[in-house]
């Protein structure tokens, strides 16, 4: 099988790759487990100094490995260089912090000592997606390799050049062979992995329908698994909120990385008191974005990263006005002839529209504006994801209190949703299940083992 490396600016192929053969594939398991058999014994001390060295290796080819993510998946070049010093700080965050999320637990019994122990628990599978083809990798195995265990990467087919460059990265820090691999294998052959008995866990980043094929996998192996999944996550704005701020990050929080962010807010709650005075801030933040080659230091906006994306975004944009949306901003194009798709927002949305019920991964903003703030709850809540979200008031114990009801992993008052190192990050409903980053994250692909002495 060969992989593709395709520019999605203009579409031209900026190399092929051979893809990782059955019996390499196997190689490459093996050889992950004697890794593991070595590395699960290893000391904080030795783990912390080769993340560390990662981290170092990621800064010094910023330049590179920043230039690869823009051309190989269309990201705005800032946004490539911001992606490789996150993955920076999260080698260094688990690199500081593993020894302490990991120290035994004491457990208060009716006798003796007893305590949890975290013990790895081998040969990790990650299945991941192409929109932050650095970032979803590095804030997986940071921390399952500080926990002792060693990791197998199947990236999207689309990214093929950003999956090998992330092999290198850890051969060029001097890992010992196996701790990090890469598998250049189709969707198809993700199963025949899970199946294998040397690997022992599978988490994957992506859509739905993968999530459900991989999770469905590792049940029937009784396999430990973590999902990511999409969402549409709200960003609430009542009205007594700074107006002008939430418009301008509400602009940023749908448009970074042309809206392809599992977090980006995806439908915007109005209170009706300051519906229009946001929509018109808004629209005004959206027109000074500077489209362009993404490759150039000052684009803001570029292509989706491949033209299929921009033909299903179409496909949900026309279903939803031939249903009864309005075009509240931009126009939508006769035909999809690239991998562009321009911003837009859609209002007058109801269950049942592609717009309201589905996500849309890509440049358009869904608009609601409700009565008050139960109303806002009641449509937050009326999805079927729920993976992060907004919520803008300068009530804060109101929002607080909003913020509880509302069901998603997680609420970010006054401020746009984002990962962090120190934050817990995941899903309930489709979004999936498990927690990455913070000291969750980092118990997850370890054993939670029980020792009582009498
Ligand atoms: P995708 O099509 O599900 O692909 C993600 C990964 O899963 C790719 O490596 C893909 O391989 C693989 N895959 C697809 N179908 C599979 C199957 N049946 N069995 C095994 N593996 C399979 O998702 P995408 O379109 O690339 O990414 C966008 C989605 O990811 C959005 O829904 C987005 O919200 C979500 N996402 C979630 C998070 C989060 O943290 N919650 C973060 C980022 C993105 P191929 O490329 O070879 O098909």
Redesign the pocket.
Known sequence: MQFRSVNPYDGKVLKSYKGTSEIEVSKKIELAHQAYLQWRDTNNNERSALLKSVASELIKNIDHYSKSITLEMGKPLKESIAEINKCAKVCEYYADKAEDFLKDVPLETPHGEAYIHYNPIGVVLA??????PFW?VFRFAAPAIMAGNTCLL?????VPGCAMDIENVFKNAGSPDGIFSTLLI???N??SVIDHNLVSAVT????????K??AGKAGFNLKKSVL????SDPFIVLKNADIKIAAEVAVKARMLNAG????AAKRFILEKEIADEFTALFIKSLQKLKYGNPINSDTDFATLARPD?AEEIFGQVQKSIVAGASILYGTLPKKIESAFFPPMILGNLKPGMPAYDD?I?GPVASFFVVKDEQEAIEIANNSPFG?GGSLWTDDLEKAKSIAEKIESGAIYINQMMFSDPAVP???IKN??YGR?LSFLGIREFTNQKTIWVK
């Open positions: 299945v991941m997606p192409w929109n932050f979803q199947k990236h999207a087919s689309n189709g969707a198809k993700v199963g994957l980043t992506g859509s739905e329908l993968a999530g094929s991989v990511e999944l999409g969402g392809q962010s599992c977090i994306l996500e991964f993976l990050f995941g899903g979004s999936g990455e």
